[in-house]
């Protein structure tokens, strides 16, 4: 998984197959994280503690957390093909039980012991997945490795198997993903290229494809965006039934287009078919008309003669008794 890049300097001058073997190095898929990365041999306890765990624990051959990379955590199984299949499935029942535990945390709640000590990405709409396990495969022993695939898929399949969801795309709530692959995949191919199996699927994919959920992240996606044209038609329709004003044509706001069909039993809005500045300068005529026939309401202003629409609403009578000399009569 990890691929130190050779410094093809030190092997200038070195005979013509080790300069090739350098150089195909270079040439190599990338790896993932640094030394850093992985610890080695770390136990998983369904009992006891992390520093004294219980009798018949998994032991992680490998933990791998490189969140820099998309990878927060992967355990990793790796296996000579000399063990028999009902072995290493054994393994995965070890780690199930391990998932399943829970402590308490520094904030008095109850947590799964995995998560007091790696960090990982909380669930994702109701698909609460165990942490992955990686099984790297070498073929050393008699036993093939791909029958050795199968073999242990058919026999972890309560821990692996989802469940079919609506729009073509699998859920894995409190299921473990389990991924294969051989060595020599892996060094073909590397991390990126297509050499995991995720057990229960056909094809092979990428590391991240494998342990992930590609096509219900794409169903997802799907209905977001669905979501998203639903949401600008209706605004596009709402905008083509939203009244204007009869005066200036501006666009109800949305207050004044709900005040102007509520319904009010004691007689309703008075001009529904003007907009709040409009109506408010209507108002403001209205009483100023009423000074002009002797009727003060407000005070003793007066409107200019360019009509209505250059008083200020949100000014007061003082700029109205200095913008102009004429009254505007109505009716």
Same mark, same amino acid.
């Given at each position: 998984?990890?691929?130190?890049?050779?410094?093809?300097?030190?092997?200038?001058?070195?005979?013509?197959?080790?300069?090739?073997?350098?150089?195909?190095?270079?040439?190599?898929?990338?790896?993932?994280?640094?030394?850093?990365?992985?610890?080695? #041999?770390?136990? *998983?306890?369904?009992?006891?503690?992390?520093?004294?765990?219980?009798?018949?624990?998994?032991?992680?051959?490998?933990?791998?957390?490189?969140?820099?990379?998309?990878?927060?955590?992967?355990?990793?199984?790796?296996?000579?093909?000399?063990?028999?299949?009902?072995?290493?499935?054994?393994?995965?029942? /070890?780690?199930?039980?391990?998932?399943?535990?829970?402590? /308490?945390?520094?904030?008095?709640?109850?947590?799964?012991?995995?998560?007091?000590?790696?960090?990982?990405? #909380?669930? /994702?709409?109701?698909?609460?997945?165990?942490?992955?396990?990686?099984?790297?495969?070498?073929?050393?022993?008699?036993?093939?490795?791909?029958?050795?695939?199968?073999?242990?898929?058919?026999?972890?399949?309560?821990?692996?198997?989802?469940?079919?969801?609506?729009?073509?795309?699998?859920?894995?709530?409190?299921?473990?993903?389990?991924?294969?692959?051989?060595?020599? *995949? *892996?060094? #073909?191919?590397?991390?990126?290229?297509?050499?995991?199996?995720?057990?229960?699927?056909?094809?092979?994919?990428?590391?991240?494809?494998?342990?992930?959920?590609?096509? @219900?992240?794409?169903?997802?996606?799907?209905?977001?965006?669905?979501?998203?044209?639903? *949401?600008?038609?209706?605004?596009?329709?709402?905008?083509?039934?939203?009244?204007?004003?009869?005066?200036?044509?501006?666009?109800?706001?949305?207050?004044?287009?709900?005040?102007?069909?509520?319904?009010?039993?004691?007689?309703?809005?008075?001009?529904?078919?003007?907009?709040?500045?409009? /109506?408010?300068?209507?108002?403001?005529?209205?009483?100023?008309?009423?000074?002009? @026939?002797? #009727?003060?309401?407000?005070?003793?202003?007066?409107?200019?003669?360019?009509?209505?629409?250059?008083?200020?609403?949100?000014?007061?009578?003082?700029?109205?008794?200095?913008?102009?000399?004429?009254?505007?009569?109505?009716?």
């Amino acid at each position: 998984m990890i691929r130190p890049q050779p410094d093809l300097d030190l092997v200038a001058g070195e005979p013509a197959e080790a300069v090739a073997a350098a150089q195909a190095w270079v040439d190599a898929p990338d790896g993932i994280g640094s030394i850093t990365s992985y610890a080695t #041999e770390v136990a *998983l306890p369904a009992t006891g503690t992390w520093r004294n765990p219980g009798v018949g624990c998994a032991w992680a051959d490998i933990v791998l957390t490189a969140p820099e990379v998309g990878l927060p955590l992967l355990f990793i199984e790796a296996d000579n093909c000399t063990e028999e299949a009902p072995i290493i499935a054994a393994k995965f029942d /070890k780690y199930m039980r391990h998932f399943h535990r829970t402590v /308490k945390d520094t904030d008095g709640l109850d947590k799964p012991m995995w998560r007091t000590r790696w960090s990982a990405p #909380e669930p /994702k709409w109701g698909d609460a997945t165990h942490p992955p396990v990686l099984l790297v495969f070498h073929q050393v022993g008699k036993r093939p490795a791909l029958q050795q695939m199968k073999n242990v898929a058919d026999l972890t399949r309560e821990h692996w198997q989802g469940q079919r969801a609506e729009g073509g795309f699998h859920i894995y709530h409190q299921k473990m993903p389990i991924v294969a692959t051989t060595l020599e *995949l *892996l060094r #073909e191919h590397g991390p990126a290229g297509p050499a995991f199996w995720r057990f229960g699927r056909e094809d092979r994919q990428n590391l991240w494809e494998a342990i992930g959920n590609p096509r @219900r992240d794409a169903a997802l996606a799907r209905r977001a965006e669905e979501g998203r044209r639903r *949401l600008a038609q209706q605004a596009a329709e709402r905008a083509a039934q939203r009244p204007a004003c009869a005066d200036c044509g501006a666009k109800f706001t949305d207050d004044r287009w709900k005040a102007s069909v509520a319904v009010d039993w004691g007689g309703g809005d008075s001009h529904p078919h003007l907009c709040d500045d409009c /109506k408010c300068l209507f108002h403001i005529s209205c009483a100023l008309w009423g000074y002009s @026939r002797g #009727e003060p309401r407000w005070g003793d202003g007066v409107i200019p003669k360019s009509g209505l629409r250059s008083v200020s609403v949100s000014g007061d009578l003082a700029e109205v008794r200095r913008s102009g000399v004429a009254v505007c009569a109505a009716g």
